[in-house]
């Protein structure tokens, strides 16, 4: 059977408040679902429910994976280091 939660619950496992959570939610980076009929005049923050797969999806996506550096510096030796100094001063620095 799966597990349900309320934005609340979700946000105080998270450590975050519940206005981040509906914000999630109304971005569509989390799935929530909203069980049994609306009446005139409910929120849309009301009923809402999220189950702990979709909790753990949203979370998975949300991991920060090392960033790639996307140009990797040369290893200058001294002999390198001493002709690029030789060359700038050439062009004025440049």
């Known amino acids: 059977m799966t597990d349900w939660m309320t934005p609340q619950e979700v946000a105080r496992e998270l450590h975050v ?3 981040t959570v509906f914000r999630a939610i ?3 980076a989390l799935t929530a ?5 609306r009446r005139q005049g409910d ?3 009301r009923g809402l429910s999220i189950s702990r797969a979709a909790l753990d999806t949203f979370i998975e996506r949300s991991r ?5 550096r ?7 030796s001294g002999a390198d ?3 690029t100094a030789r060359r ?5 620095g440049r």
């Open 17 to 19: 408040s519940p206005t």
């Open 26 to 28: 109304n971005s569509g």
């Open 33 to 37: 679902y909203r069980f049994g009929s």
């Open 43 to 45: 929120t849309d923050r």
């Open 64 to 68: 920060v994976r090392p960033r790639v």
């Open 70 to 76: 996307s140009r990797v510096r040369p290893d200058f």
């Open 81 to 83: 280091l001493m002709e």
């Open 88 to 92: 700038m001063a050439i062009r004025g």
